[in-house]
């Protein structure tokens, strides 16, 4: 599964899932979103467990997507639910540090099974890992997965567009893997970690937030598509790093994996007013349409503090009631996934490194 048969169906609701499985990483990496450490949080396996359990042939999302932390702390654990998700046709993809990469690029055997056994495995690259995890090691291992027949991409972060690390390694991965391994390419994320990297002057927006709004009209929000189950369990409609930390604003939460299952959590994220207006409109306009002032706050900062006021939930509601509403609710999805693989790369991430998105594709796909 190459990432842009993920990326490009990032914009359709309920099409996938994070699941958050752990806050711990054995790496510490000065930039990191989720702060992560070998002492966080680690909450019990059975609440993931019991969640992809509730996946059925037919309500199931297309793609997991494993997150954390390091999800790779827990082998087993994603054995197990990639045994449940292909059971009912969902496929899966797990991001890593690689804190287990080794010169000669073979697999530990704790791990192999795991890594081989997603469908995609999505690479964190950047000159905070390389700090601890040497370039080398990594696309040492990264060639094993490829000789494995794994697919395999990278998630690069730099200080700016013009980062010459970004330059450097972007060129090696091209040359390296003879143009078949893509990357989503992004800015530095002003969370977690990275907060006190990044001067406020400096900062930039987080990964997981999308461009500014334009001064007047509709930006729609494309990560209000996919939930997110929390470390904790928790499931929020949004991976914006600040609403995952919690306590995340009612119209954001979606319940908890201990007791709310798959058919639920995607039936709301369909159903819910507020949901469908963000991703249509988007949070600035929403609140403008309700008679606020989003007062320069920024577009996330808009979606958690504004819009959680009542005016904006009733007038997310009279709009989604009105008449043509799911035609254009339809057609702003029609159009984001249209602009193929690279659209997400070129909206959150870095625009002049958008087409790494597309290595690996052949032409046919790329153009799709």
Known sequence: MHIAEMLVRRPVPAAGVFLTLTRRCPLSCAHCSTNSMMSSEQHDAEIFRRFVRSFTAEDHPELVWLTGGEPLLRPQLVLDLVATCHAVGTRVALITGMYFARADGQLPAALGPALLAVDHVIVSQDWFHEVQVPRTHAFATVGTLLDAGQDVSFQVVGRDDDDPYLLDLTADIRSSFAGRVPA???????????????????????????????????????????????????????????????????????????????????????????????????????????????NGCGYCRTCIHEVAAPAVAERADALVQSGGFPIVEDEVTRMQVAAGPEYFARRYGIARYAPMMSLGLAPAESSS
Not at 191 to 203: H, S
Not at 212 to 240: E, Y
Not at 244 to 261: N, V
Request: hydrophobic share 45%.
């Open 184 to 294: 989503l390419v992004a800015t530095l994320a002003a969370v977690g970690r990275g907060r006190e990297l990044l001067a406020a002057a400096q900062a930039r927006p987080a990964q997981s937030q999308p461009v500014p709004a334009p001064a007047d009209g509709a930006a729609p929000c494309t990560v209000a598509a996919w939930p997110v189950v929390t470390s904790d369990g928790t499931i929020v409609a949004c991976c914006q790093q600040e609403v995952i930390e919690g306590p995340a604003p009612a119209h954001l939460r979606l319940g908890h994996a201990s007791g709310t299952g798959w058919p639920e959590v995607a039936a709301e994220l369909r159903r819910r007013p507020t949901l469908r207006a963000l991703r249509t409109v988007g949070p600035e306009e929403l609140a403008r349409l309700a008679g606020r002032t989003p």
